[in-house]
């Protein structure tokens, strides 16, 4: 199913992109592409997306699975990475206003995210919520120092008459990124969780076969389906299915390093211009009106 899925989505790629380039108003104008600013901005954004929503999906999970935490709990709990976000979602935006330079905060924010993942890969059973909270607003700066940038930068780049579709399109690649990220990180949760109970589980019946009285292969899918259940297990374990979730999130925040750090490293590519003032717009305004009206 997953390769077909694959194939039919590759195929719907390429069939949208024939079909945009042969329509008189296309949704997603290809001659776009063509601007350096807008392509690199489009993949950073879809790095910055894949970042963000793995971590909003996956920060939670580990709350409510690893620390025992309530849904409402564990999204209480997200404020400190949506501090991050807004903080310097400001901070980046006043700079930019008082200096005119925009291309040192992507490459800052992509690498303070790369370093908030691999923080983040160190999460365990005994981890407070104070590290993760610090962990979380290091991910979360980053990401403001990102996200908003990478969209004034194409803006800045591209004519008048493309801003609205160049900004929308730089949306639409980060929910792209969010939703691939998702999955990806979901499709590797779901394999390693598996993995590491039947190793570790195995391991504890080396060493304690009691503690596995009762206990059937069947009971780790079920684990799986339904993270309640462990609860109601014996402490000791427990314990050992609770390590193993440690075990499999510091997976998944590894698996989300490179693709993290690939941004970084593209970001040096951001063509850095003079920001344009009122009076440019102005101008472009008044010249998109004449053809207009011509």
Known sequence: RTIITMIL??????????????AVEPIL??????????????????????????AIVMLPLY??????????????????????????SIFSGKRI??????????????????????LMATLNEETSFFSLSIYAILLGGGLGLSMQTILIALQNDVEFKDMGIATSSNTFFRSLGGAFGTAIFGTIFSNRIAYYLEENLAKLQQSN????????????????????????????????????????????????????????????LLKEKPLKSGADHSAARAEASGEAVG
């Not at 309530?70 to 807004?86: H, R």
């Not at 684990?223 to 075990?247: D, K, R, W, Y």
């Open 63 to 88: 709350l409510q699975v690893v620390k025992g935490n309530s849904a409402t709990e564990a999204g209480l709990k997200l404020i400190p990475l949506m501090i991050g976000i807004v903080s310097m």
């Open 29 to 54: 104008p290809m001659r776009l592409f063509k601007n350096h600013t807008f392509s690199l901005s489009s993949v950073l954004g879809f790095i910055i997306g894949a970042g963000m929503f793995g």
């Open 209 to 268: 076969p009691e503690a596995l009285e009762g206990f059937s292969p069947s009971n780790i899918e079920a684990i799986t389906v339904n993270t309640s259940i462990i609860s109601t297990l014996p402490v000791e374990l427990q314990e050992v299915v609770l390590g193993s979730f440690a075990q499999t999130f510091r997976i998944v925040f590894l698996a989300a390093v490179p693709i993290t750090f690939i941004g970084f490293l593209l970001s040096f």
């Open 97 to 118: 206003s008082l200096t005119g330079k925009y291309k040192i905060f992507p490459i800052i924010g992509t690498g303070i995210m790369t370093l908030g993942l691999i």
């Open 9 to 22: 989505g590759i195929g719907l790629t390429l069939l949208f992109i024939w079909q945009e380039l042969r």
